[in-house]
C-alpha cells in the first residue's frame, strides 16, 4: 500500500475533522495506508479523539499543532513530526489548517517529500490586524511556493487565494467537501420534538447556530439580531456548540434580555437538531464549506448565511440576495441580516419551499466521501509520477 501522512491543527468538533475520518476510511479502500497527526483542541472545542478511534484512527498526538503560538512547543512539535516522518517514510504529506500546515510543509521540504495543503477557509482579510493579516500573507506565500499541490474546497475559496496572490489558478485545485449524509433527511416530527425536549412554544419560529462559539463565526451578531428583532415574538435562537465565548454570549443574553427567547445548549446530535429548525443561521466572518450548511440543506432546512468564502457557492446561482434555498447576506451587515430574518420569519409557506429546494440542491453537491477520495488519490499519483518522473531526470 501507499502512505499517506495526514497532518492536522486539531480533531475538534468541526468540518476538518469529518472530513479527515471520511476520506481517511475511503481512501483505505484506493490501496492507501494513513498515519494522522493531530494537535489537542483547545478548551470547550469539543474532542473528536474517541469518534476517531471508533472509525479505526489512531492518531499521534502532537501538540505544537495546536493553533496558539507557543515558539518552545512548536519546535518540538516540528522535532516530533520529522522524527516520526523519518521512521514511516510516507510517500506524500497532506496538511490541514494554518498551523499544522506551517509545521508539516516544513517538515515535507526538509525530508524531501511531495506535500499536498487544503485550505478548510482562510484568516487572510479582515479576522487579525492589517500588520498580523500581513505577516500571515507573506508566510502562506512562502509555504505555497514550497507545497507541490493546493486545495480549496470551493471555486470561490479558490478565487479568494488566487486575488490574494497565495498561488495562481494552475496550482490550486478545487475538492468539494464530503460529507456522508446518512442520517440528515427530512423529518417532519423533528421540530415538535425539538420544541417539546427544549420548552419551546408549539408555534414557535426556532432559527438555530451550530458550531464553536468562536469569534469567526460570530454568534454575537446572531443574538444582536435577535434583540433588535423583539417585534417578532415568536422568534426563538438556539445556539448548540461550545467554545471560549460561551460565557461572553450568555452574559449578552442576560444583558439584552434575551433569556425566553434564546438558549446555549452545548454540542447537539446534529441531525435530530438540525432537523428540527425552521432555519439554520451563520453568521460567519469567514468560512471554507460549511458542513452544518450542508447537513441543513440535506435536512429541508433553508438558511440565512452571510456570504463569505465558499457559502455562496453552497447555494444555487443568483445576483440577489434570496437565492433559492434561502438567504446570502453581507458579513457585517446588521440591516440585512434583520430584513433576512423578518422575511422568514413572515413567509413560513415560502420558507417551506426553500426547504424542499434545499434537499435538492444538497443533492447536486454530491457529498459524496467516495468522490473525494478518487480526486484525492488521483492527485496524490500525480504528485508521485512528477517526483519519479523529475527524479529520473
Known amino acids: 500500500m501507499l502512505r499517506v501522512a495526514r497532518i492536522i491543527g486539531r480533531l475538534n468538533v468541526g468540518g476538518p475533522a469529518q472530513q479527515l475520518f471520511g476520506l481517511t476510511g475511503a481512501l ?4 492507501w495506508q494513513t498515519d494522522v497527526y493531530a494537535g489537542v483542541p483547545g478548551e470547550a472545542e469539543g474532542d473528536l479523539l474517541g469518534e476517531a478511534w471508533r472509525r479505526g484512527i489512531f492518531p499521534t498526538l502532537v501538540p ?9 512547543r512548536d519546535l518540538r512539535g516540528l522535532v516530533q513530526l ?22 508539516g510543509r516544513m517538515a515535507a521540504a ?8 487544503t485550505f478548510h477557509g482562510h484568516v487572510l482579510r479582515g479576522y487579525f490586524s492589517p500588520a498580523r493579516s500581513a505577516l500571515l500573507l507573506r508566510v502562506e506565500r512562502w509555504l505555497a511556493r514550497r507545497t507541490q499541490a493546493l486545495i480549496a474546497l470551493s471555486p470561490r475559496l479558490r478565487d479568494e487565494l ?18 456522508d449524509l446518512r442520517g440528515f433527511v427530512p423529518d417532519p416530527q423533528a421540530g415538535a420534538a425539538l420544541r417539546a425536549r427544549l420548552g419551546l412554544p408549539a408555534a414557535a419560529v426556532v432559527l438555530g447556530m451550530l458550531g464553536r462559539l468562536v469569534e469567526i ?21 438556539l445556539l448548540a456548540g461550545d467554545g471560549p465565548l460561551r460565557a461572553a454570549l450568555a452574559a449578552q443574553i442576560e444583558r439584552l434580555g434575551l433569556g425566553a427567547r434564546c438558549q446555549l445548549l452545548g454540542w447537539q446530535e446534529p441531525a435530530p437538531f438540525v432537523a428540527g429548525l425552521d432555519a439554520l443561521l451563520l453568521c460567519s466572518h469567514n468560512e471554507g464549506t460549511p458542513i452544518s450548511l450542508l447537513e441543513a440543506f440535506a435536512c429541508g432546512i433553508p438558511a440565512v448565511a452571510t456570504a463569505v468564502g465558499g457559502v455562496p457557492d453552497m447555494f444555487s446561482p443568483g445576483q440577489d ?34 426547504g424542499a429546494q434545499a434537499v435538492r440542491r444538497a443533492a447536486t453537491l454530491q457529498p459524496d466521501p467516495q468522490r473525494q477520495a478518487r480526486e484525492h488519490d488521483a492527485l496524490y499519483r500525480s504528485l508521485l509520477a512528477a517526483t519519479r518522473n523529475s527524479q529520473g531526470a
Not at 483505505?28 to 490501496?31: K, S, V
Not at 505544537?64 to 518552545?72: A, C, K, V
Not at 526538509?110 to 495543503?117: D, E, F, M, R
Open 64 to 72: 505544537g499543532l495546536s493553533r496558539d503560538l507557543r515558539p518552545w
Open 321 to 354: 440576495r434570496q437565492r433559492a434555498e434561502g438567504w446570502l447576506v453581507p458579513d457585517q451587515d446588521a440591516q440585512a441580516l434583520d430584513a433576512a430574518l423578518s422575511w422568514m420569519y413572515n413567509h413560513p409557506d415560502e420558507r417551506r419551499a426553500m
Open 28 to 31: 483505505d479502500a484506493l490501496g
Open 82 to 103: 520529522l522524527g516520526a516522518l523519518r521512521r514511516q517514510r510516507p510517500d506524500i504529506i497532506h496538511t490541514h489548517l494554518s498551523k499544522a500546515g506551517l509545521l
Open 217 to 237: 463565526k460570530a454568534p454575537q451578531n446572531a443574538l444582536a439580531a435577535l434583540a433588535r428583532l423583539r417585534q417578532h415574538e415568536r422568534l426563538h435562537l
Open 110 to 117: 526538509q525530508l524531501g517529500i511531495p506535500c499536498v495543503h
Open 162 to 179: 488566487v486575488e490574494l496572490g497565495v498561488a495562481c489558478y494552475s496550482r490550486l485545485h478545487v475538492i468539494r467537501a464530503a460529507r
